[in-house]
């Protein structure tokens, strides 16, 4: 039955047609996280119980809308032991590459570091018929301090081979370029800011302010204090012929830059992202988008809030080759 779904497989180097996403059984506001990611907000009167009923009605609803689209979405569900609140942004903690390689990576917070589970892989490999080459492991940077959170941190040109990174007390330089050269990309690193009780302090996650899809960029260029950093991101994504749709720092606030490019089994394209991030676009970047795919959003408001992570987090894209 798994098989039968999974026989026809839409990739190109950059969007796949196949994503994993997990399933929570613990979601919650997580203390760990909120010492420096700024999008977390506390809901009154909303126990922990009933947060993980919300997420979870979010996300059932979301991929109901992915899979109605012909989109192929692989759902692990999440244990109750170890307590992981955040396991449902697997994005940070896996990446699935072309070439048969799973990479996993170092987490900032240590009650994150429970979501790395590598049994998964060989449900992937055995019911959905992937081949897996072979697993690279960060997380022993974990010891030194030092991190570097998936597609979270980074945000991939796969085709041209560049990781786009905004430096971080999560994405640090040191493991990136341990990465890079691992994966044989070039890297493109710079601050990327956000105002904090009137102070400028770094985004914690590259992804919250920017999207790359397969001919276009969603980018908050503001954030990007450093005006030589700005014209290196700006002149490689136009190198690399991708079309900018610059969005404001208030948009990235309700998760703008927080999309994902994917495709569905008959080749069609979308972007994906949350309700939030939808309302805040105006008709002129909605525009500009819909020139290139069709968009899809989903009401993410509790996973939103509380975990201070969108739509594009919650999907670690499968590129792994078929087994044939």
Not at 49 to 69: I, T, Y
Not at 294 to 321: K, N, Q, Y
Request: glycine fraction near 6%; aromatic fraction near 10%; charge should be negative.
């Amino acid at each position: 039955m798994f098989h039968h779904a999974f026989e026809k497989n839409i990739m190109t180097a950059q969007i796949t047609n196949t994503i994993m996403m997990v399933r929570p059984f613990n979601f919650h506001f997580n203390e760990e996280t909120a010492a420096n990611n700024y999008y977390q907000k506390v809901i009154d009167g909303l126990d922990s119980g009933s947060a993980n009923e919300k997420a979870v009605a979010e996300f059932d609803a979301f991929v109901e809308k992915l899979r109605s689209h012909g989109i192929d979405v692989v759902v692990f569900q999440d244990d109750a032991f170890p307590e992981t609140p955040d396991s449902v942004f697997p994005n940070n903690w896996v990446s699935f590459h072309a070439d048969g390689r799973i990479a996993m990576y170092p987490m900032f917070a240590e009650n994150r570091r429970g979501e790395r589970r590598e049994e998964m892989f060989d449900i992937i490999a055995d019911d959905f018929g992937f081949h897996v080459e072979e697993v690279e492991d960060f997380s022993g940077f974990e010891t030194e301090g030092i991190f570097l959170e998936g597609t979270g941190s980074m945000i991939l040109d796969r085709e041209n081979r560049i990781a786009y990174a905004a430096e971080s007390l999560r994405t640090d330089i040191t493991v990136l370029e341990t990465w890079c050269e691992r994966f044989d990309f070039e890297y493109i690193a710079f601050t990327a800011n956000q105002t904090v009780n009137g102070e400028r302090l770094p985004i914690y996650h590259t992804n919250v302010m920017m999207c790359l899809g397969s001919e276009f960029s969603v980018i908050c260029l503001n954030c990007i204090d450093d005006e030589i950093e700005r014209k290196d991101v700006i002149n490689s994504l136009k190198k690399t012929g991708k079309k900018i749709i610059e969005i404001t720092e208030n948009q990235k606030e309700h998760f703008a830059g927080n999309m994902l490019n994917v495709a569905n089994k008959d080749g069609k394209e979308f972007l994906v992202m949350s309700s939030a991030a939808y309302g805040s676009l105006r008709p002129d970047q909605i525009e500009a988008i819909e020139k290139h795919v069709t968009i899809i959003h989903s009401s993410l408001d509790t996973i939103e809030a509380l975990g201070g992570g969108s739509a594009r987090c919650m999907m670690a894209e499968v590129f792994l080759p078929k087994i044939q």
